[in-house]
């Protein structure tokens, strides 16, 4: 009895665990990681601020762990592309459309996974995505010249370039006077613009060879 007691106490715990996480994400969608606080997190969730630190450390701690859950489905979303059937050119352009378009339709948590000022928990998390990002690229990089569609020496380097690239391109557009400016009606880069902008530059940087 004793040990199916402990075992409902350590679902229901972890079930409320999952629902903090769940409102902590959607606290920086909404409104970055400054909208993540732990009394508002705390209503969100209907519990008291102080039984909220009873599955949280620390604000910090809670906030790298929102950012690895969020950019771990980004992760999953590129590999998915540059691992699916077809040509390393093709599967490398839809790779860049695909990570594109996922930002464009949640721009605030992208901004804020991007460019946010951020705690330095969160800073080592947002180095470490980097760097996985740039594996998936090493690994289709590779591919392509070991079939001759692309045309790259320092495999390594190019694919973090290829990271700093989208993250660059995209920063501008994503920001909040970005955004303010496209709400007020003023000239702004379309989706269908900064995509195509950064699949032919990406191309080109690998010199893939049946890209025109």
């Given amino acids: 009895m ?23 994400l959607a606290r920086v969608a909404g409104g970055g990681f400054a909208a993540l606080t732990m009394q508002a997190l705390a ?17 910090s701690e ?11 489905r980004e992760v999953n979303a590129l590999a998915a592309s540059v691992r699916a059937p077809g040509s390393p050119v093709q599967r490398l352009a839809a790779g860049l459309e695909r990570f594109a378009a996922r930002a464009w339709d949640s721009r605030q948590l992208a901004f804020a996974l991007i ?10 998390q947002r180095l470490l995505y980097r760097e996985a990002y ?13 079939q001759g569609v692309f045309r ?8 973090a370039c290829l990271v700093g690239a989208i993250a660059e391109v ?7 006077p970005a955004r303010a400016a496209r709400e007020a ?15 032919t530059f990406c191309l080109r940087a690998v010199g893939a060879e049946d890209f025109q």
């Fill in 115 to 124: 460019a946010e000022p951020v705690d330095p928990l969160v800073d080592e």
């Fill in 152 to 159: 790259v020496q320092q495999i390594n380097l190019v694919a």
């Fill in 185 to 199: 009606g003023y000239p702004a880069p379309s989706l269908a613009e900064v995509s195509q902008t950064l699949v």
């Fill in 62 to 72: 809670l906030a790298a762990e929102v950012f690895a859950l969020a950019c771990q």
């Fill in 2 to 24: 004793v040990y199916r007691t402990t075992a409902i106490r350590i679902d229901r715990d972890q079930a409320l665990r999952e629902r903090i996480l769940g409102a902590a």
């Fill in 170 to 176: 995209l920063v501008g557009p994503l920001s909040p």
């Fill in 134 to 146: 740039a594996e998936l690229f090493v690994e289709l990089l590779e591919e392509g010249v070991a």
């Fill in 43 to 59: 209503e969100d969730v209907g519990i008291a601020t102080g039984s909220l630190y009873r599955h949280v450390r620390n604000k």
